[in-house]
């Protein structure tokens, strides 16, 4: 694929994960936005529907995770790099999911925070980037060795 195809490519993708935060977030069951933007120091966390938003949860995540892992795949042509990338976003998506229950169901009061940031790292693509740079560091630090 040509480098001007790739980048355009890449920032079709950009701006398709800018649209899912700025257009799609009226179409996801999340009661904790407006939580989270009111002065939630004072208030208690609003009652949830978890079948539901573990539900917008996943498919939110998906989505960004797709787009994301495309982004990498386009920078990085690697399929060894992409098969560590998709088991990463799998096991990251369970282990925030269950910590993220369990602060909801066991301590909601006290771990308001921690509430805020696991669903954070859940609803935008943050892993996209860490792993950029990351990835991009292995490449020039060890371009033998490289995930090939």
């Known amino acids: 694929m ?3 195809t790739r980048i355009g490519l ?13 257009f799609l977030e009226p179409f996801f069951y999340d009661p904790l936005i407006n939580y989270y ?9 609003p009652e949830l529907k978890l079948g539901a938003y573990f539900l917008n949860l996943f498919l939110r995540y998906s ?18 790099t992409i098969r560590f990338v998709v088991k990463f976003y799998v096991f990251a998506f369970i282990i925030l ?6 602060f909801l ?12 940031y696991l669903r954070r790292f859940l609803i935008q ?4 980037f860490i792993l950029l740079p990351a990835f991009y560091y292995q490449k020039l630090k060890f371009k033998d060795n490289f995930i090939k």
């Open 10 to 22: 890449i920032v079709l993708m950009l701006f398709l994960l800018i649209s899912i935060r700025a």
């Open 2 to 4: 040509k480098k001007t």
């Open 97 to 102: 999911s269950i910590l993220l229950f369990l």
């Open 125 to 128: 693509p943050l892993f996209l």
């Open 37 to 45: 933007k009111s002065n939630y120091l004072m208030n208690s966390i």
């Open 63 to 80: 989505i960004n995770s797709i787009i994301s892992i495309l982004i990498i795949h386009l920078i990085f042509n690697n399929f060894r």
């Open 105 to 116: 169901q066991f301590e909601p009061l006290s771990n308001k925070l921690m509430i805020f």
